[in-house]
């Protein structure tokens, strides 16, 4: 089994800056693509954020110029620099890998989320 464990969510004011890690474990041959994904109240949960393995980045035009995305692959972990915060940047975020588990067993994995208010 694999586990995505997600932190450095919180309170922050307009402007503000935060920087969220979700940390990998378990029985991992490798990692694909390590992405961060948001949910806010109401709303479809929507991608903010992906890197691949090569470490290829993609972001929502969203966050472009204010969130940076980056991976230890030695850590198996992913983390998100968040600047320049927005009310609307609130949500619950989550991060999903894509995992090899062997050389032939792939699957997709989600952590528990973590809370991001941006306040006004």
């Known amino acids: 089994q694999v586990q995505l464990v997600e932190s450095g969510g919180g309170l922050v004011q307009a402007g503000g800056s935060l920087r969220l890690s979700c940390a990998a474990s378990?029985?991992?041959?490798?990692?694909?693509?390590m992405t961060w994904y948001r949910q806010a109240p109401g709303k479809q949960r929507e991608l903010v954020a992906s890197?691949?393995?090569?470490?290829?980045?993609d972001y929502a035009d969203s966050v472009k110029g204010r969130f940076t995305i980056s991976r230890d692959s030695a850590k198996n972990t992913v983390y998100l620099q968040m600047a320049s915060l927005k009310p609307e940047d609130t949500a619950v975020y989550y991060c999903?890998?894509?995992?090899?588990?062997?050389?032939?067993?792939?699957?997709?994995?989600w952590g528990q989320g973590t809370q991001v208010t941006v306040s006004s």
């Open positions: 378990g029985s991992i041959f490798s990692i694909n693509a």
């Open positions: 890197i691949t393995s090569g470490g290829n980045t």
């Open positions: 999903n890998a894509d995992v090899q588990l062997s050389l032939i067993r792939r699957l997709n994995y």
